[in-house]
C-alpha cells in the first residue's frame, strides 16, 4: 500500500542519493549526457523497477535509484530481493562468488534481477539470433538463461581473473563480472531497428577501456580482408541483423574486444573445464597463428559463400570473434554459435569433437557432400583428394585408428593455439587452425 508519508519520505532519501551520486557522478562515467543516451537512463525503456514502484510510485524510469539506494534500504526495509548492504550502494548484492559454476540463480548477480527470467524481465536473445537471423525465440531469451546453458562465461572466473589483474585495478575485489564487458552507465540498447544509427549503438565495455563505449567506431572493416558472414542465405543480406554490408562496417571489432582477455599472455583459468585456456595469437607473428585471423591461409580452401566468391579479392580473411563464438553462453561446447553464416548448426555441438564439430566448420567449408557430392558430414575430399590437398593415402593407421575406422578427432588438428605436434614425425609443416 502506497502511503503519502512514505512516498514524502522516500523522496527525501531519493534527493539526497541522487545528490551525493551525482556529485561523485560529475568526474565519473555516469555523467548525464552518456547516461540519458544510455540503455538504462532511457526515459521509455530504461530501468525501472516494479518491486519499488509499488512500494513508493513515484520512481522516474531511468532513474539512478533503481540500482543505487543510499544505505543498503530504503525507507529502514531493503525492496526484495534484500540481501545486506552491497557495495557502490547498489539494491542488491553484486554476484556471489561461492556460485563457482553455473546453475546461475537470480540472487548470484545484481543484473540478472532485471536481465533474468522471472519478475521484471528485460527481453534478450542470443547473438545467433540478434544478429545472426536464427528464428526469434528459439534460444534463450534472458542474459539469465543464456549462462544457464552447456557452455558459459564462467562468471567465478571473469571475476576472479579480472580481479586479479593489475591492469584492471578499477575493478576492485567487489566487482561485477559483468562490468569487465560492460559499463552500466554507458551501455546502450543494440537490438532495435527503430534506434537511429542501429547497429552501431554499443552495449560494451573492454576491460581495459571501462569508462568508454566499445565497437561505435572500432569496426571489423579496420581488418582489410574481414567478410561479413551471411544474416540469411535465402536472401544473402549480411550481418549484423541483415544491415551489415560485405566489408564490416557495421560489425564492431570483436577480435580486439575478446584479445583485451584472449591474447598470447594472458593465463586464463577455466573451473568449468578445470584447465589453463588455450592462449589465442590473432596476431600476424607467432608460432601458433591461427589461420582464422590475420595469418595467410593454407593450399587447400573450399569455401562457401560468401568466402567462396570473393576469396580472389581477399587474399587472407580474418574472422570476428563473434562469426563462431556468442559473447554469454552456448548450447553447444565452448560458446560456439548455434547459426553460422546464415544457416543453423544441423545439431548440438559436443565435445567428442568429431562428427558434431563439422557442423560448425561446413557452415563456411565444404565438406565431401558439398564438394563432390560425397557423404555428408565426411571430410576425406579437403585431407586427401582436392588439389592442394594435406595428406596422402598411405599408411593408415598413422592417423586413422584403423583402416576401417576413418574418423579422427578434429580438435587433435583444429583448436586455436594448436602446432601440428599431434602428428609427430608426419606433421607435414602446416600449422592448423
Ligand atoms: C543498471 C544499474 C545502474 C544504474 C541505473 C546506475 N548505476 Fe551507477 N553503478 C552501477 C554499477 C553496477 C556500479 C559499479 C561499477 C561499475 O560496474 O561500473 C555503479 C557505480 C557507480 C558509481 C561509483 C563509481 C563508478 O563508476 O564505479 C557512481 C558514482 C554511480 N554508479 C553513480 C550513478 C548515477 C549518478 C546514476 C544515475 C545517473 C547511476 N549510477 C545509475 C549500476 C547502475
Ligand atoms: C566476456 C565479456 C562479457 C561478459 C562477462 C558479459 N557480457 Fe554481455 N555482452 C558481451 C558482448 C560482446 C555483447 C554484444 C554481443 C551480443 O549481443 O551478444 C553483450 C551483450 C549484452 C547485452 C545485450 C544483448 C542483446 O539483447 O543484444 C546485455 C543485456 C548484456 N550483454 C548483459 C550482460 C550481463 C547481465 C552480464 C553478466 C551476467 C554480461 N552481459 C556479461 C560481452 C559480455
Ligand atoms: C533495475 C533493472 C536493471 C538492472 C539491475 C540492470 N539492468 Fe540492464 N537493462 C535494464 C533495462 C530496462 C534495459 C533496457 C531494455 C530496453 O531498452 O528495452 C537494460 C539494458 C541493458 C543493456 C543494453 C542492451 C539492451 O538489452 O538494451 C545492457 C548491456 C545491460 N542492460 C547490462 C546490464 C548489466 C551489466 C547490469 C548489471 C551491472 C544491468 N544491466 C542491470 C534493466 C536493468
Ligand atoms: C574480461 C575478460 C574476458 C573477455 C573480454 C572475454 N573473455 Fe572469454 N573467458 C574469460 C575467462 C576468465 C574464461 C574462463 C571461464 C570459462 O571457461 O568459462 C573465458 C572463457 C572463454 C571460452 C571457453 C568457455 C568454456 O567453454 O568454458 C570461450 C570460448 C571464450 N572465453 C570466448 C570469448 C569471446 C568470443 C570473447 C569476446 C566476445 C571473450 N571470450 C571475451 C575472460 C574473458
Ligand atoms: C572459425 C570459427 C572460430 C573463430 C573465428 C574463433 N573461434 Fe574460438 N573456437 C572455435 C572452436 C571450433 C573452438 C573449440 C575448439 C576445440 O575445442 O577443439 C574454439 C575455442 C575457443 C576457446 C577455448 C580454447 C580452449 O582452451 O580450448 C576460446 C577461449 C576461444 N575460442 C576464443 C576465441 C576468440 C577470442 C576469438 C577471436 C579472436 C575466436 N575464438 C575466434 C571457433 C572459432
Ligand atoms: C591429422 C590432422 C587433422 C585432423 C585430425 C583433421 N584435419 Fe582438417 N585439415 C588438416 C590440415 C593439415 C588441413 C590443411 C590446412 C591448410 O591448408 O592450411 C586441413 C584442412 C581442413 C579444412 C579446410 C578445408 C578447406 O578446403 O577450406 C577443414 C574445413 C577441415 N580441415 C575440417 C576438419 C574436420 C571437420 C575434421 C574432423 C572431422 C578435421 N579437419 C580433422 C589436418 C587435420
Ligand atoms: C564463419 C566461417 C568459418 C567457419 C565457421 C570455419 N571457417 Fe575455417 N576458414 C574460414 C575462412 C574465411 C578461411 C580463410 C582464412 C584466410 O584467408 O586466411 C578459413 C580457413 C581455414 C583453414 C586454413 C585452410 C584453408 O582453407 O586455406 C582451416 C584449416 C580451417 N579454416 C579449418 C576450419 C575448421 C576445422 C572449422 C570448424 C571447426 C572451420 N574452419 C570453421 C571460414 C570459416
Ligand atoms: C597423415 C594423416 C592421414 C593419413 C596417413 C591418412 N589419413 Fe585419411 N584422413 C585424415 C584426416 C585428417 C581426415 C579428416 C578427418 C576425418 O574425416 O575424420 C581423413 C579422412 C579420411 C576419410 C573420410 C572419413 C570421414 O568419414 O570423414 C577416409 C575414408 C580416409 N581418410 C581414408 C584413409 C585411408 C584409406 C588411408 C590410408 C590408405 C588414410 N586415410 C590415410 C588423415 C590421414
Not at 560529475?26 to 514502484?53: C, E, M, R
Not at 566499445?214 to 574481414?226: A, P, R, T
Request: hydrophobic share 30%; proline share 5%.
Amino acid at each position: 500500500m502506497v502511503t503519502r508519508s512514505w512516498s514524502s519520505r522516500s523522496n527525501r532519501y531519493l534527493f539526497l542519493l541522487i545528490g551525493i551520486l551525482l556529485s561523485i557522478a560529475f568526474s565519473s562515467p555516469a555523467n548525464s549526457g552518456t547516461y540519458l543516451a544510455s540503455a538504462h537512463g532511457d526515459p521509455i525503456n530504461g530501468v525501472n523497477s516494479t518491486t519499488l514502484d509499488l512500494k513508493y510510485g513515484d520512481y522516474a524510469i531511468g532513474n539512478c535509484g533503481h540500482c543505487h539506494q543510499m544505505h543498503a534500504s530504503i525507507d529502514g526495509a531493503q525492496p526484495e530481493p534484500a540481501n545486506g548492504p552491497a557495495p557502490h550502494a547498489l539494491f542488491f548484492n553484486f554476484f556471489n562468488p561461492l556460485r563457482t559454476q553455473n546453475l546461475y540463480f537470480e540472487t548470484d548477480n545484481f543484473c540478472f534481477y532485471c536481465h533474468g527470467d522471472t519478475g521484471q524481465q528485460v527481453l534478450n536473445q542470443d547473438y545467433s539470433t540478434t544478429f545472426g537471423g536464427a528464428v526469434s525465440g528459439s534460444g534463450p531469451q534472458s542474459i539469465l538463461s543464456a549462462f544457464n546453458l552447456q557452455s558459459y562465461h564462467n562468471l567465478y572466473d571473469v571475476w576472479n581473473f579480472v580481479s586479479n589483474t593489475p591492469a584492471y585495478a578499477w575493478f576492485g575485489s567487489a566487482g561485477n563480472p559483468c562490468s569487465a564487458c560492460h559499463n552500466p552507465h554507458l551501455a546502450k540498447r543494440t537490438w532495435s531497428s527503430i534506434q537511429p544509427g542501429f547497429p552501431l549503438l554499443s552495449a560494451i565495455s573492454k576491460p581495459d577501456g571501462h569508462n568508454a563505449l566499445w565497437g561505435e567506431n572500432e569496426l571489423m572493416q579496420s581488418y582489410l580482408s574481414y567478410e561479413a558472414p551471411y544474416f540469411k542465405t535465402s536472401d544473402l543480406t549480411r550481418e549484423p541483423a541483415g544491415v551489415g554490408d560485405a566489408n564490416g562496417s557495421n560489425t564492431p571489432d570483436y577480435v580486439s574486444f575478446c584479445s583485451s582477455c584472449h591474447n598470447t599472455t594472458n593465463v586464463i583459468w577455466s573451473t568449468t573445464l578445470n584447465r589453463e585456456l588455450k592462449k589465442i595469437d590473432w596476431g600476424v607473428v607467432g608460432l601458433e597463428q591461427d589461420k582464422h585471423g590475420p595469418s595467410p591461409r593454407g593450399s587447400v580452401s573450399h569455401f562457401r559463400d560468401p568466402y567462396l566468391s570473393s576469396e580472389a579479392g581477399k587474399s587472407n580473411f580474418v574472422l570476428s570473434c563473434l562469426d563462431c563464438h556468442e559473447s554469454h553462453g552456448s548450447e553447444n561446447i565452448m560458446l560456439l554459435r548455434r547459426r553460422i553464416n546464415g544457416e543453423n548448426l544441423e545439431g548440438v555441438v559436443d565435445a567428442l569433437n568429431t562428427v558434431t564439430k563439422g557442423y560448425v566448420c561446413k557452415r563456411c567449408h565444404q565438406d565431401d557432400f558439398a564438394a563432390i557430392g560425397g557423404t555428408a558430414d565426411s571430410w576425406e575430399y579437403v585431407h586427401h583428394n582436392a588439389p592442394g590437398a594435406p595428406y596422402a593415402q598411405t599408411q593408415c593407421t598413422d592417423c586413422h585408428v584403423s583402416e576401417l575406422d576413418t574418423h579422427i578427432d578434429c580438435g587433435n588438428c583444429h583448436a586455436h593455439g594448436l602446432d601440428d605436434s599431434w602428428l609427430g614425425a608426419n606433421a607435414t609443416g602446416l600449422k592448423t587452425f
